[in-house]
């Protein structure tokens, strides 16, 4: 059993979680700023559909990205240099997220409702919510977005309408996080395409020792405004 929470109940400690599903913590409470960022903050997130109670989940192990353990291939490589693109930051993204609330191949519904929209449009006016996007003559190609909170930053979700775009992105915002001191990236769950990049999972007490260190960092910039020169 998991505990229902109430607008003004503290998390559990993650230790608490469940073991099947993996990472289940609690259920109910809101998506208001301060609940998201304590939750963040406490390595949690939230994660249901719209016919679901609002779930909260701390998976163990955790996949992660350390920046400086970045891994591209050839054609990626290749492409970036070529830059027929250009990056934007924080420009469109109510838009990202939309884009990555889209129905995909394979998968019945999403996870991103209306209300986690809402909220964490609420999180990018407070600057703690970030859009990374790649633009292809001059439309939305693709882009992803998440939390930063100190030098911790938590990825969220990604899409793409042209190929590469969602890697594009995803490999500028690494190496612009490795260049301003973030030690760790969250990449919540496990996926082939994430190891490809170099993440990997780590135990969950290793997760939240990091964790507890980095959040507490102050913020290395006040706006998001990428370098030109990541890859060149």
């Known amino acids: 059993m998991i505990p229902w929470l109430d607008a003004h109940d503290p998390f559990p400690p993650v230790q608490a979680a469940l073991a099947e599903p993996n990472g289940l913590l609690a259920a109910g409470a809101d998506l208001s700023p301060a609940r998201l960022t304590d939750a963040y903050r406490h390595g949690i997130f939230p994660w249901y559909s719209d016919d679901q109670p609002l779930l909260w989940w701390s998976p163990d192990p955790r996949m992660v990205l350390f920046p400086a353990k970045l891994r591209l291939t050839r054609s990626l490589k290749k492409r970036l240099r070529r830059r ?9 993204f109510e838009q990202v997220m939309q884009a990555c609330a889209e129905p995909r191949y394979g998968q019945a519904g999403t996870w991103i409702t209306t209300d986690m929209i809402a909220a ?10 970030h859009s990374v996007e790649t633009w292809i003559d001059g439309e939305l190609a693709g882009g992803l977005y998440g939390i930063a909170i100190g030098r911790m930053f938590y990825g969220e979700s990604m899409f793409t309408r042209a190929t590469d775009a969602s890697k594009l992105a995803f490999a500028h915002l690494v190496r612009q996080l490795e260049r301003w001191g973030y030690g760790m990236i969250d990449c919540q769950m496990k996926t082939p395409h994430l190891e490809a990049f170099g993440a990997r999972e780590i135990p969950r007490s290793e997760f939240m020792r990091r964790l507890q260190e980095l959040v507490n960092y102050p913020a290395p910039v006040s706006e998001w405004r990428f370098d030109n020169d990541l890859f060149e």
Do not use: F
């Open 84 to 92: 027929d693109y250009a990056i934007r930051t924080d420009s469109s």
């Open 120 to 129: 964490y449009c609420a999180l990018h006016t407070r600057g703690l919510a």
